[in-house]
């Protein structure tokens, strides 16, 4: 088992430097019918036959994906990311991508979940993933740490250093834009004595409190006030880290749409809030290419436009590149003062042999202050879904996932949580978002929910 993080603060230079894969893969993506023609004979044909009936029209890229209301047996994005050299291009006007707001998705915050996480962990890990270097995060006794400024407002970004008894820094944190911090003293090897240094970027001096046996024991929630006024979030670097393997395929293009449009969503609902936005793509080793990394940019448009030049193909196998997605992306040149989200969006783990170098990067990115929020997608491996829980909940993301109310793409696994509402994938993404800019959590409306599973209480699950 993965037990001690630290290891995640020996990346040096080395292991976070990848080289760039160019693509070969210069497909053209097409869409529409064969229409084949026959020339006329060159002598005079005997009697005609019946005339034929007259050929079907050719469907909208729209229709050909979705077929009948309710119908999956259609709902396939594959039909139109590649079709036959002979096909009849669309018109230059047609939309050859679904529209948005499509896909249903759902959310489960282990963060709000302590105890359950736990109880999954245990029992995961009893299984046949027992066998794997899988992290196990403690996170029943957690001790909460809560910054404020001198009239009490959330103070985000706040310096937050773990020291260990003999005066050595352990690792460094960021506070979020609800002003806190989570430490987890079973797996950060934390004992009585470690001290944790707070101060924010604006001032000097900060507070410094030492935790004790009792701290340790029982986990607790402790609850600081620095002496200024904190900072307002003003900006959002949103990094998606996309999964471009064959096993997407079913649903790539309506992941496309959603995510292109969930940009202009969060435009339009925080027009005061400046946004960086970045992607990486990835596959797998002895694919076309491993990574593809798009910097981040304030140019929105930009980053549509190459968002939709993704196709899905490739991997072969289950297991795909995540570790040099993530890695890669903590190269990406975040800012300080922004909020940090790393939007992971996959059906698949690493490889066995790559889930270390993988953890790691999450780690990593917990002290840069980084929120993983991983969604899964389609058939959604184990060991994925256990992997990305872990990411969701040392970083203080959530887990979200696609479900199938949509009738879209492959059947997508269940999730081995205790409760969730079923609403829109965009509208989910968004609000996800918000509560990270915010710091305060944004449920949806009654009228948006599909469906409810548990008891659910706004994100935490009453489990009898």
């Avoid at 004992?191 to 924010?200: C, D, L």
């Avoid at 393997?245 to 749409?257: H, R």
Wanted: a negative charge.
């Amino acid at each position: 088992m993965i037990c001690n993080w630290k290891k995640a603060l020996l990346i040096g230079t080395a292991a976070l430097t990848l080289a760039a894969c160019e693509s070969t893969d210069t497909s053209p993506i097409t869409t529409g019918e064969d229409i084949s023609e026959t020339n006329a004979p060159d002598s005079a044909p005997p009697p005609p036959p019946p005339p034929p009936p007259s050929p079907a029209p050719v469907a909208s890229s729209e229709s050909a994906v979705l077929g009948a209301k309710g119908s999956r047996s259609l709902g396939r994005a594959s039909d139109i990311i590649s079709s036959p050299k002979t096909s009849k291009p669309a018109p230059p006007d047609a939309d050859p991508y679904p529209q948005a707001g499509q896909l249903t998705a759902a959310d489960y915050d282990d963060v709000l979940n302590p105890e359950l996480y736990q109880a999954y962990l245990s029992k995961t890990l009893q299984g046949s993933l027992g066998k794997k270097d899988l992290p196990f995060v403690d996170a029943k006794k957690r001790v909460t740490i809560k910054v404020s400024d001198r009239l009490g407002k959330p103070m985000p970004f706040a310096s937050v250093d773990v020291i260990d008894a003999d005066g050595n820094m352990m690792f460094p944190q960021r506070t979020s834009a609800n002003g806190t911090v989570y430490l987890y003293p079973a797996f950060d090897a934390i004992s009585a004595g470690t001290t944790v240094s707070i101060k924010s970027d604006t001032q000097d001096r900060g507070r410094t409190l030492t935790l004790t046996d009792q701290h340790i024991k029982n986990g607790t929630t402790i609850e600081l006030k620095l002496n200024n006024d904190a900072a307002k979030v003003t900006k959002l670097d949103l990094l998606l880290t996309l999964d471009a393997t064959g096993s997407m395929s079913d649903e790539m293009n309506f992941l496309k749409a959603e995510l292109t449009g969930i940009m202009d969503r969060v435009r339009q609902g925080s027009p005061g809030l400046d946004i960086h936005v970045g992607l990486i793509v990835y596959r797998d080793t002895g694919d076309s290419y491993v990574i593809r990394e798009f910097p981040f940019t304030d140019d929105i448009d930009t980053f549509k436009e190459s968002l939709s030049a993704q196709s899905a193909q490739g991997g072969g196998d289950m297991p795909e590149a995540m570790q040099d997605a993530m890695t890669a992306g903590l190269k990406f040149d975040w800012r300080d003062d922004a909020v940090k989200v790393n939007m992971l969006v996959a059906d698949a783990p690493p490889h066995d042999t790559d889930i270390t170098e993988t953890w790691d990067s999450a780690l990593y990115s917990r002290s840069r202050g980084i929120h993983i929020v991983p969604l899964a997608a389609s058939g959604i491996d184990p060991t994925a879904e256990f992997l990305m829980r872990a990411m969701g909940q040392i970083t203080g993301g959530r887990y979200l996932f696609l479900t199938d109310d949509s009738g879209i793409g492959n059947p997508h696994a269940e999730p081995t949580v205790d409760c969730y509402v079923v609403t829109r994938l965009d509208g989910l993404v968004e609000r996800v978002l918000k509560s990270l800019v915010t710091g305060t959590r944004v449920e949806p409306d009654g009228d948006n929910v599909i469906r409810t599973v548990g008891d659910y209480r706004a994100g935490v699950c009453k489990v009898e």
